[in-house]
């Protein structure tokens, strides 16, 4: 800004003083040569009166001078010069000064040189005989006397620069110097220019404005850091390059971690798959959940995407210590375990009274069919204990023998065995598809089509339809489906189906005679062949679950 003004005060100053010089030296060459005109008709008139008196005497007695004298005749032959032989000299007839003597009396003429050096000056006055005497007197153009006068106008010229220069300089600080002294702190105490009150006025008002909007943002960072550092989940805000914005004490403890994480890459904390998958799915714009281990403890790790309208900004990961649920499900799995171990007694104790019966306690007639029902009831009991079983010992990670197994065949045999069930309730149970072959434990498969199709056969209405299909994808995986159009599952209930022991509508179960395990079984025994299951289910309209191995 001070260079601005600076420039501009000099330029200003500069042009005021070029600008007045010229004035000047044009009024006084103006005046001048009025003066000199003036002079000649003077001196036109003097020599008029003596050539009147004494004739060409009187100018050939004259000195020569710096006027210079011209007796014209009337028809512009030249009589008599005093700085040349009138013979030699041009007819005048045609000079504007002689042409205008002659006219009206009195004549002026003025003629510049070709080098525009030099101006002459004419004053011609017609005498009573009718010949015309002349004056003429030269002097300097403006540009030759500027050009005899350089060397003065040059040191002006530098005295000008200099003097502007300075007073350029002087008036610029001046200005400058109440706007570097503005104390932006406190505004309304300085001493400035009245023209700038109501910008000062505008910024004590932003500076209020702007403090207050600190102590609000300080008071919600107040608060959000006791909340947070209270918390016993682990919380860790990222922006959307995944580097870490806030991360509180709990979360610092999980990942071992230090005071100074802030703007470093969440990665460098813990470089798990597990973590990294779960980032992976969050810049994609996913939820998503998984479980790491970090010594002795369990927690669950839930990344959420933050949107700004159509925009990813960051991410919020969550770090849920779920130890004590795991142990749970853990102690839940020894019940299940001991509770069906428990149980084989008991059918052991069915099987050989049915076999009693089979000797004589019933009709004759009733007796081989009645005897026959409940002894393959109770073995087939006896094996759903033993799968109860084995599921548990999938839970320890134990391995089976795997063989190759055709999962329509087995779906035709699992229909075979829910016939009269399924013709007792009055549901059409059929297998379709074009079959596929798995390789995996044939129990477990059987238990698979099994507890789908029992579940399909029990909880579709009377008159209802169920399906099994088996069939082979083009990419060579194949897939179990299993659909009904009977009571369909709840939306709040289908995340919760392949829990153990859970029943959407416990009262049905009683009836249907369900135990809580069908489904947990299903997913158990599918993530030990690492398939995958997907349900669809409306209420009303029927479920279809499919297993894609």
Known sequence: MTRRIFRSVFLASLLVFLAGLALVVGALYNYFAERQAGQLGIEARLAAHGVENEGI??????????IRLTWIDADGTVIFDTDAEAGEMENHAEREEFREALATGVGHGERTSSTLSEKTVYYALRLS?????????SHYTVPALLLGIIEPLLLILVFALLLSAWLASR?????VGPLNAIDLDK???NDAYDELSPLLTRVEQQQRQIASQLEELKRRKEEFAAITDNMSEGLILMDSQGLIMSINPSARAIFGANGDSAGRDVLTLDRSPELRELLDRSSRGERAEGYISRGEREYLLTVSPVFAGSDRRGAVLLAVDVTEKQRAERLRREFTANVSHELKTPLHSIMGAAELLQSGLVK???RDRFLGRIRSEAARLVGLVQDVINLSRLDEGEEFPREDTDLLALASEVSSALEQEAAGRGVALAVTGGGGTVRGVRQLLWEIIWNLADNAV???RPGGR?????STLADGHVRLTVRDNGVGIPREAQGRVFERFYRVDKSHSRETGGTGLGLSIVKHA???HNAEISLKSEPGKGTEISVTF
Request: hydrophobic letters at 30%; aromatic letters at 8%; one cysteine or more.
């Open 57 to 66: 005497g009187y100018l050939e007695g004259l000195d020569d001078g710096d």
């Open 129 to 137: 005989d009718g010949t015309v005497l002349r004056t003429a007197e």
């Open 171 to 175: 008036l610029a600080r001046r200005i």
């Open 187 to 189: 505004p309304l105490e």
């Open 364 to 366: 004759p007639e009733d």
């Open 458 to 460: 029990k909880y579709s």
């Open 466 to 470: 169920a399906c099994i299909d088996v």
């Open 526 to 528: 599918a993530q030990y």
